[in-house]
C-alpha cells in the first residue's frame, strides 16, 4: 500500500486518513519529509539570486509540508493513543527531530539571507515574520563559532532523548501506581458510577471482580474528596505523590538531574545567566525578575488563606490533619458552610450535555458558529468524535476532534494540539483536537463530571477556539503558535462560561430527569467560589517556584538528592505547605521535564491568569455573552495568532495595558 502520508490527505480539510495509517508509514514518512525539508532549505540557501522576501521568507514558509503532516499525525498518537511500537518509534525520532530544528536554525547561509531581507515595503505581518526568523536564529546559537555549535547540537540531542524517555516513565509510573482494591466496601463514599468505573478498569486492566483506582496527572487525586475510608485515602495520596521518586526502572529523578545540568550548559553557552533567563527572554514578560517578582508577591497571601482553609478543616475533622484528608474534609466544609456538595451535583453535567449544550452552545452564542458531528470521519481511536465547524454565513471554518476518555496508551492531563493549522499562503484550514483523561463509564451507563471536569472541557475548547480562528497569512503565526506565557490566556476566558447563566441553563439538567440545577444550588456555588483559593493557589504556585528553581541553577550546582533539593526550595519560597503539595512534584512534572514544553514557564499559567481576569471584566462591563463582544474578542484576539505582538492585541481590546488587581481579587489574594 502507498504510504497515505506522503501525498496530502484527500479527506475534507486534510484530516488524516488514520485508519489506513500504519506504524512504519510513520517512520518513512517522517525520514522522506525530514529529508525533503533539508533539501528545500538548501534550495533556499543555495539560490544565486539577491535574498528576498519572497524567494527566502516565503518559500521557507511553504517549505516542510510533508514533514510537517507526518510529525502532526505521529505527535497526536505520541500523546494520546501509544502503542508499544510508537514509543520505541518516539525514542527513535525525537533526537533527530532536534538534530533537524538545529540544521534549520544554525545554517549560517540561511540566517544571512535573512538577515539581508528589505522589510521597509513590506506589511506589518511579513516584516514581523523576518524579525521573528531572526530572533529565532539568534535564540538558537546562530552567533556560535563551529565548536559551540556542535556543542549545541550535542545538548539539544540529549536533552531530547532524556525528555522523550522522561514521559514514557511518567505515563507508565502512572498506570502502575493505580490503587487496585479488594473490595466495594473500600471504596465507600463514592459514588455509584464511580464504583463502576473503577470496577470497568479493574476488569480491562485483568483483575476482574476488583476496583482500580486510576490516576490523573497532578498530586491531588479527585477520589481523595469522596473516600471515607481514611487508610484508602491515605495509600491513594502516597502512591500519587511518590510516582517517579521511589526507585526502580520507572524512577526518573536521574532524568531530571541529568536534564537540569545540561540545560544549564545550554543556557550559559547562549549568553544566559541561567535556563530560567534564557526562557523568558522568548516570552511577553519583560524579564524573569518581573515573573519572580509576581510569584513572590502571591505566595504569603496564598499560604494565609491555606492556613485558615486549615484550621476550619482540622476543626471540622476533629483530628490533626493529614495531606490526605484536605480534599475529603474540604468537601465535607464546603457542603456544612454553603450546602455544596459536587458528588451530589455531578448528575447534571453529563459529558454530552456539557459539550454540546455547554462548550458549543457558548460558542454559537459569543462567535456564530455551528457544529455538525461527521460520524463519517475517523479519528485516530474509536473514542474520537469529530465535527465540522462553520461560520454563521455557513463557510467552513475547519474540524475539532475530542477524546475524552482516559486509557493506557494517552498520557495523562489534557491539552488541545492541532493536526493542519490555518495558513491563507497555503490555502490551509485548522484541524484541532481537545484531550480530556475522564474515567470511562460502564456500557450504557452516562458519563458524569465533576465540576473541575466541566472546566477543562472549557478550558481545552478556549485553546480550540484560538486554533479555529486563526485568521493570519504565515504558518508560523497560525493560531496557539504564540508565546508559552501567553498561550493559555484564551483557554481561562473560555472558562467565564461555565457559570454563566445563559449557558448553565441551557446544559446542567439531571441526565436521568432533565431538571435543571436548582437556582439555590447555583447561588451556593457561586458563593462558595472563594472557598479553597487558598489550597488551590498554594498548590500552584508551588509547582511554578519549584520550576524556576530547578532552572535557575548552574551546571556546577545539581544536586545530588532531588527531593531534598525539592523540599529546600519550597520551604525558601515560602510555600512548603505541610498539607499541600505542590501540583506536580518532581518525579512527575511532565509539564517541564518531557521536553522543553513549559520547562522554567509553568509560572504562565498565573501570568496569563492576569490579562484573563481583565478580559472577565471587559465581558461583564459590555454585556457578557453577546455577538458583538464575541465578534470583537476573536477579531481582535483570538483570529491574530503571533501575527502581531500579542500584548498590544490585548492592549487594543482592553484599551490599556492589565493590572494586577483583578486577579487579586479573584483568588481571595487582596
Do not use: C
Request: aromatic letters at 10%; proline letters at 4%; a negative charge.
Amino acid at each position: 500500500m502507498t504510504n497515505p502520508l506522503l501525498s496530502p490527505s484527500k479527506l475534507p480539510f486534510g484530516l488524516p486518513p488514520f485508519a489506513d495509517i500504519t506504524d512504519a508509514h510513520y517512520a518513512e514518512a517522517v525520514g522522506a519529509g525530514l529529508a525533503e525539508h533539508l533539501s528545500e532549505i538548501a534550495a533556499i540557501v543555495d539560490n544565486p539570486e539577491p535574498a528576498t522576501f519572497e524567494n527566502t521568507a516565503l518559500a521557507m514558509e511553504r517549505s516542510g509540508r510533508l514533514l510537517e503532516r507526518a510529525a502532526a499525525s505521529f505527535f497526536t498518537l505520541v500523546s494520546a493513543d501509544a502503542s508499544d511500537a510508537i514509543q520505541d518509534l518516539e525514542t527513535e525520532l525525537s533526537p533527530r527531530f532536534a538534530a533537524h530544528q538545529d540544521a534549520v536554525y544554525l545554517n549560517r547561509g540561511l540566517y544571512e539571507r535573512f538577515a539581508a531581507i528589505r522589510t521597509d515595503s513590506l506589511d506589518a505581518e511579513s516584516t514581523r515574520l523576518v524579525e521573528e526568523y531572526l530572533k529565532e536564529f539568534r535564540q538558537s546559537g546562530i552567533q556560535l563559532d563551529d565548536s559551540g555549535q556542535e556543542k549545541l547540537k550535542s545538548l539539544n540531542a540529549e536533552l531530547s532523548r532524556l525528555g522523550t524517555e522522561f514521559g514514557q516513565r511518567v505515563k507508565e509510573g502512572m498506570k502502575s501506581a493505580a490503587l487496585l482494591l479488594d473490595d466495594a466496601e473500600e471504596l465507600a463514599g463514592l459514588p455509584a458510577d464511580e464504583v463502576a468505573s473503577a470496577a470497568e478498569a479493574a476488569r480491562v486492566a485483568g483483575h476482574e471482580g476488583k476496583y482500580l483506582l486510576t490516576l490523573i496527572q497532578p498530586s491531588n487525586q479527585p477520589a481523595l474528596a469522596a473516600l471515607e475510608n481514611r487508610d484508602v485515602r491515605r495509600r491513594l495520596y502516597e502512591v500519587s505523590v511518590a510516582r517517579g521518586s521511589s526507585g526502580g526502572s520507572l524512577d526518573v529523578l536521574d532524568l531530571v538531574k541529568s536534564m537540569v545540568r545540561l540545560r544549564a550548559e545550554k543556557s550559559a553557552l547562549l549568553g544566559f545567566a541561567n535556563y530560567a533567563e534564557l526562557v523568558v527572554d522568548r516570552q511577553t514578560a519583560p524579564d524573569f525578575e518581573a515573573v519572580r517578582t509576581m510569584l513572590n508577591r502571591l505566595a504569603p497571601a496564598a499560604v494565609r488563606n491555606a492556613d485558615a482553609e486549615a484550621a476550619a478543616l482540622a476543626e471540622s475533622a476533629g483530628h490533626p490533619l493529614e495531606a490526605w484528608d484536605w480534599a475529603y474534609y474540604s468537601a465535607k466544609v464546603r457542603r456544612e458552610r454553603y450546602a455544596v456538595d459536587e458528588q451530589a451535583i455531578r448528575p447534571y453535567f453529563e459529558l454530552d450535555r456539557v459539550l454540546v449544550d455547554g462548550v458549543f452552545f457558548a460558542a454559537t452564542s459569543l462567535y456564530g458558529i455551528t457544529f455538525h458531528e461527521r460520524s463519517d470521519l475517523a479519528g485516530y481511536h474509536p473514542d474520537v468524535r469529530v465535527w465540522e465547524v462553520h461560520n454563521e454565513d455557513g463557510t467552513a471554518l475547519g474540524l475539532f476532534l475530542g477524546d475524552y476518555y482516559t486509557r493506557e496508551s494517552k498520557r495523562g492531563g489534557a491539552w488541545m494540539n492541532s493536526l493542519v493549522e490555518q495558513s491563507a499562503l497555503l490555502g490551509t484550514k485548522p484541524v484541532v483536537i481537545n484531550n480530556l483523561n475522564i474515567s470511562k463509564p460502564a456500557a450504557g451507563e452516562p458519563t458524569l463530571l465533576t465540576l473541575d471536569e466541566v472546566r477543562t472541557a472549557f478550558h481545552e475548547f478556549g485553546h480550540a477556539l484560538h486554533g479555529l480562528f486563526s485568521d493570519v497569512t504565515y504558518p508560523r503565526f497560525s493560531g496557539t503558535s504564540v508565546p508559552r506565557d501567553f498561550v493559555e490566556y484564551p483557554s481561562q476566558v473560555n472558562e467565564m462560561w461555565i457559570m454563566w447563566p445563559e449557558v448553565l441553563a441551557n446544559y446542567a439538567r439531571h441526565h436521568a430527569t432533565g431538571e435543571l440545577l436548582p437556582q439555590e444550588t447555583v447561588d451556593r456555588l457561586n458563593e462558595s467560589k472563594l472557598w479553597g483559593e487558598g489550597f488551590a493557589t498554594t498548590e500552584y504556585l508551588g509547582a511554578a517556584l519549584l520550576d524556576l528553581a530547578w532552572h535557575v541553577l548552574d551546571a556546577g550546582n545539581v544536586p545530588q538528592d532531588a527531593l531534598e533539593f525539592e523540599a529546600k526550595a519550597l520551604a525558601a519560597a515560602g510555600v512548603a505547605h505541610r498539607l499541600i503539595p505542590p501540583r506536580y512534584r518532581t518525579g512527575y512534572f511532565q509539564h517541564i521535564f518531557a521536553g522543553d514544553g513549559y520547562a522554567a514557564g509553568y509560572y504562565s499559567y498565573i501570568w496569563s491568569e492576569v490579562l484573563d481576569a481583565e478580559t472577565v471584566d471587559w465581558f461583564t462591563e459590555n454585556g457578557g455573552l453577546t455577538r458583538a463582544n464575541g465578534d470583537r474578542f476573536r477579531t481582535e484576539l483570538l483570529s491574530r495568532g503571533n501575527s502581531k505582538d500579542p500584548l498590544d492585541s490585548f492592549r487594543t481590546l482592553r484599551g490599556r495595558d492589565a493590572a494586577l488587581e483583578p486577579l487579586l481579587k479573584r483568588r481571595g489574594l487582596e
